[in-house]
Structure formats: C-alpha cells, structure tokens
C-alpha cells in the first residue's frame, strides 16, 4: 500500500512538473542572468551586463542593453527556435528552452546571452562569479609559475644551446636583457662552419653587431610597444615561454633525456602552421630543456645553461662599434 501512494505521489510530481513546462509561454518578459563567451558560462552580473528582453504576444516586444533600449519589431517561433528582429533591422537568432532564451548575439555562437521568465527553472544552469572565472582563467601550469619569476626591467640572463632540424645546425646564445636593453650573442655551427654575431636593441634601434670585428649594421629604428615593452621577445626562447605560459590547454607527460626522466608539459599547437611545445622539468622543478616542434621546420631542441639575473651590463656599451 505505501509502495503504492509513492509511486502514485511520484508520478503526480512528474505530471505537475510537466504541465509547469508546457504551460511556460515564448512571449514574456525576459531578464538576462548568464553570458557564455570563450567556452565559460559567466554570471551577467560580472560581465557589467545587463538587460531585459520583452517579447509581446502580438510578435513586437522590446529589449534593454545596460542603459541603451530599443523596439523589437517582428519575432517569429517554429518549435524552439526564436527569430528575433529589432527596429534598426537587425535580427539574431535565438533558443527557447523551459522559459530560458538563449539569444546568439553575433549569429556565430561567439557570445550567447541567456535570459530567463520570472518562473523559469535556473537549477541546471552554473554560472561563474567573477572570483571563479579568475581562478579558471588563472594557469596551473610550472611554465607560468617560472614565467611570474622572471623580471626583465630588472635584469635577464639566458644562455642556451639549440639543435635545429631543419638546418642540421647547432646554436649556442648567451641573452641579457634590462631596463629595455637587449645583446643576444649567437654562435652558430653549421657543418664545419662557425660564426658570431649580435642582435642588440637599445634606446628603439636594432642592431647587428660583428663582435670579432667591431663593427656593426643599423637595421631598424622602432617605437612600436610591442617591442619596447619586453625586449625580451626578441628571444625565441623567451618568447615561447612568454606565450605558452598563459596558456590552460597544459597536458601532463613524462618523457625521457639520456636516460632521465623529466616532467614535461606539452602545449599542442592551435593551428596548423604552429608549433607544438614541450618544456621539459627536471626533479627540483628547474626547466631544462624545451621542444618545438614544427609542421614545416622540423624539431627544435633548446638545452637550458643558465637563467638568472647575471647581467653584464657592459655589453650594453657599443660606443667601440664602427656603426653603418
């Protein structure tokens, strides 16, 4: 008997639940609770976004957007899907879902607004605060943990040895960088072949230095930020960990150097004409050694020597340099 009045209860919930969601109409008056962009589902709240959208039962309505209104001329429902038309002839695309309307601001899925009736349903819909999307946008990787460490206003040392692929080359480069002054020496062995020279930038112009010889080319003069802001980015090197370390796509691998194992975080590359890159950590949670791989170039081997702020500062002098 009580098997019975459960079961009965049950299905008298499930009826009720269901007539609720039939009986929930398209027109209403909407309020926007939620925005998905960039794969995160965000409170409206901490996107400073806020509106209203009313859709009138004889197919007008209007719409709110923070402090800026404006006339929905026509909207149009076949099954879920919403066509809604505003007065400056503009039309977006939209979903009706248990009174929650999900309106395609831009028509291709870039930003998703979603707006919900007074009595609509909200539990299966998580939006983040603004302090959880932070923390979600936030890297875990060690890449971003070293990255924080390194100051290049207040001075850079990096010296590293690169195998390349493509050329079949060998590279050895002793980097310093601070206060917006950059000497990167390279030398290069190519078959029995070696030579020096020196990338320098300083005061907004590069340079190619002939350290042997002492004498040097102006190649460029810039004021371009995204230069003088960290010169650093001149590095190939320093670059990769610049731009990977903002990244969350980390994946977790151990591989193997001369025996050793490392931990490695590997970064696929987002498009076809990228490199995929892999940073190689020993024990203590040093970074040893980094691994580009190229889809034209080939592989790119970096064997770190030394990161820290040894810098000689007197390589900054150039005033020796015969300069064309």
């Known amino acids: 008997m009580k098997t019975r009045i459960l079961v009965l209860l049950l299905t008298l ?111 299966a819909y998580h939006p983040l605060s603004l302090e959880e999307l932070m923390a979600a946008l936030t890297p875990s990787s060690r890449l971003y943990a070293l990255y924080g460490t390194l100051d290049t206003a207040a001075g850079l040392h990096m010296r590293y040895d690169v195998d390349l692929e493509y050329m079949n080359a060998h590279q050895s480069y002793d980097v310093h960088t601070k206060g917006g002054v950059y000497y990167s020496h390279r030398t290069s062995r190519v078959a029995s072949l070696e030579g020096g020279s020196v990338t320098f930038f300083k005061d907004g112009a590069a340079y190619n230095l002939d350290p042997e010889k002492h004498t040097g080319v102006l190649v460029t003069t810039t004021s371009s930020s995204a230069i003088t802001d960290n010169v650093m980015r001149m590095d190939r090197f320093y670059a990769a960990i610049s731009a990977n370390a903002q990244r969350t796509d980390v994946q977790q691998e151990t591989r193997e150097v001369d025996g050793a194992a490392y931990a490695v975080e590997f970064f696929p590359a987002q498009t076809e004409y990228e490199s995929d890159a892999a940073f190689y950590f020993d024990e203590a949670g040093s970074l040893r050694y980094y691994q580009e791989i190229n889809p034209t170039l080939g592989e790119s081997f970096y064997t770190l020597l030394a990161l820290d702020g040894a810098v000689d500062e007197s390589l900054f002098d150039i005033s020796g340099y015969a300069i064309q």
């Open 13 to 123: 919930a499930l009826c009720l639940s269901c007539a609720q969601a039939e009986t929930l109409p398209a027109a209403g008056e909407y309020t926007l609770f939620a925005v998905e962009t960039e794969g995160f589902l965000v409170q409206s709240d901490t996107m400073e976004l806020a509106s209203v959208l009313r859709l009138d039962a004889g197919g007008t309505g209007y719409m709110t957007f923070n402090d800026d209104g404006m006339d929905i001329t026509q909207w149009s429902a076949e099954g879920a899907a919403l066509t809604i038309t505003m007065a400056d002839g503009g039309s977006a695309g939209a979903t009706l879902d248990q009174g929650v309307l999900a309106l395609d601001l831009y028509g291709n899925g870039a930003m998703i607004l979603y707006f919900a009736l007074p009595q609509a349903d909200l539990s």
